[in-house]
């Protein structure tokens, strides 16, 4: 599987935008972009995913290079809930059980 | 719905013993993951399931684990000989059909510890 890079951790202030980066240089052209988070003793959480283009939910944005070999998951207002580590992954469409999972990024919100 | 299920919590188990893992996955999701976390890492890929069939096992599936999913409804994760190197959290995921376009829910996880 393609693999992903992602910064450590990263730190944001409450209530301002957060910009989390994902590299994944040998994406190849069936691969989707998925994002999780996960709060300590939890499992993942699923956030939003994305194939070419930009995408919106809910909970964040998902904007996606136009090589696709990076992207960025954006949280709109940061909340001291959006604590986390935060998962860039990349699913396979041909073989979408085994996911990849890196370490991800320990995402501090401080108020 | 309540989303992905699974039991026991926690469990503790001394070296040498069995242990028997359950997860309920979302209803009508054919589509079933098991995944092994460590602390301070990524969850790794163990197994999964599309309906009742074992698709695919990682390396990291020794012959003391095993994986059941009969009917293609709930699914049981074994490790016989229980070592301490078992100790971790297990997760299973459930997705609904085929594609990396459905995005896996994953339930809240059983953490082991093998004494």
């Known amino acids: 599987d393609a693999k992903t890079t992602q910064p450590n951790s990263m730190e944001s202030n409450e209530e301002e935008p957060v910009h989390l980066p994902c590299n994944h240089s040998t994406i190849s052209g069936t691969d989707y972009i998925h994002w999780y988070r996960q709060l300590p003793s939890q499992g993942p959480e699923y956030v939003i995913h994305g194939l070419t283009s930009n995408v919106n939910n809910r909970m964040a944005s998902l904007a996606i290079a136009e090589d696709r070999k990076s992207s960025t998951l954006i949280l709109h207002r940061a909340t001291l809930r959006d604590a986390a580590v935060y998962y860039c992954?990349?699913?396979?469409?041909?073989?979408?059980?085994?996911?990849?999972f890196g370490d991800g990024t320990t995402l501090t919100v401080k108020p | 719905d309540t989303g992905v299920s699974q039991d026991p919590r926690h469990k503790i188990t001394k070296r040498g013993q069995n242990v028997t893992f359950r997860c309920d996955p979302i209803s009508e999701h054919n589509r079933l993951y098991w995944y092994r976390q460590t602390l301070g890492q990524g969850p790794e890929f163990l197994t999964y399931?599309?309906?009742?069939?074992?698709?695919?096992k990682s390396r990291l599936l020794s012959d003391r684990f095993s994986a059941e999913r009969p009917k293609g409804s709930f699914s049981t994760l074994e490790i016989q000989r229980t070592e301490q190197g078992d100790s971790a959290m297990y997760l299973c995921a459930s997705s609904s059909g085929q594609g990396a376009r459905f995005e896996a829910f994953f339930g809240q996880g059983t953490r082991l510890t093998v004494v």
């Open positions: 399931f599309q309906n009742e069939a074992q698709l695919e």
């Open positions: 992954i990349l699913r396979a469409n041909t073989n979408a059980g085994k996911s990849t």
